[in-house]
């Protein structure tokens, strides 16, 4: 019999029925709130996490003014977290951080709605409004919670977060590249460039404006970025791709592109 079934069997065997023999009246009372909670902790455990989830919120709802009632709020997100449940965890969250702006625990619910957020990241090709949030929820942990063990782990996300949003810039880029839609191709490497100057995809985007420059017979422009980028990353493969390519005497405008790390984009 699943724990949902016992669940339901246990609450039935300690309800307390009083019925008057005039009105037929029923009264059923709760069971104590540390049964509930336990039970609801050992569904946790055995992995039964949807059904903990409804537990714990069956915990709140007996007894709204315990201190059960936010530990369960907590443990509810964060089995409905385990469950895969992202959107019924975020709520869950959001509820609590409102209730509790100031609870010791208010740090670890950030945290838990940033990981919803972050493990929900798709590649580049997709839509990148998840590891927005993810990103914002991070730095918020970071901000408020520096000297916490979750700001600690957030910074790395972060960084990590905003590599994914520049690689989501350069594929776009790329694409309007080999569409020769090289002023939005620019566009987008400039985002790259003067947004996510920490990330490791600067020195292809300062080459690939290199390369839309010299297709747009800029020359001028292209000199300049290519110094730039010979000065941030000398020796670097895009820089000898950017060398070769202003330097080449009989340059193809109409191809000067995508010689490197193109098949993996599309």
Known sequence: MKKRNFAFMFIACLAFIACESDNKEVIVEAPPVTELYTLAKNSMEAGEFSEAANLFDNVEREYPYSIWASRSQLM?????????????????????????????????????????????????????????KALMVLQKIARRYPETKYARDALLKIDLTRDHLAGKEMAVGRYYLIKRNYLAAINRFQIVINKYQTTSHVAEALHRVVEAYSALGLTEEANKIAAVLGFNYPGSAWYIDSYS??????????????????????
């Open 76 to 132: 509810s997100a964060y089995a409905n977290y385990e469950a895969n449940k992202y959107d019924e965890a975020i709520i869950g969250l959001d509820r609590f951080i409102q209730l509790h702006p100031s609870n010791r625990n208010t740090p670890y619910a950030y945290y838990l709605k940033a990981l919803c957020y972050y493990e929900q990241i798709t590649d580049v090709s997709r839509d990148q409004l998840i590891t927005q």
């Open 245 to 266: 390519l202003i330097n080449k005497k009989n340059k193809n405008v109409e191809k000067p592109f995508l010689n490197r790390a193109w098949n993996w984009v599309f």
